[in-house]
């Protein structure tokens, strides 16, 4: 998955592994395996959760499961509700929305605006001080 600066961490540390965000289509695909594997309507959340965390959850950059079928088969409903619930405030903190509230995207832009900032300081100065910055002709 491709990301830009403002992502940030594309993965964060679970019990079991680690929880990647998906892209859209990852997600679109997990919800289609979950429908597939449920009987009613019921038990829907379930099986998306399942297979939401069977394309999330990796360890050693080697997904865990599968497919949702082997989540569903290995891990306890409590477990996918927790690891579910993670990756989704995992990916609320890290691809905001527009529903969030103006108050919210305007805390997001000035940390997206310090990260920024803060990426040219530290380590990086040492090297620009080989490279002293040049304003205009010198001659």
Partial sequence: METGFWAGPERVAVLEGELRLLSAREVLEARREGDALTADGAERALCRNACLVARALERRGRPVFASGREALDKLRVEDVERLSDAWAAFNREHNPSPLDGE?????????????????FSGACSGCSALCPRRNGRKR
């Fill in 103 to 119: 108050e919210e995207v305007r805390r997001r832009k000035k940390a997206w605006g310090t990260r920024v900032m803060s990426a």
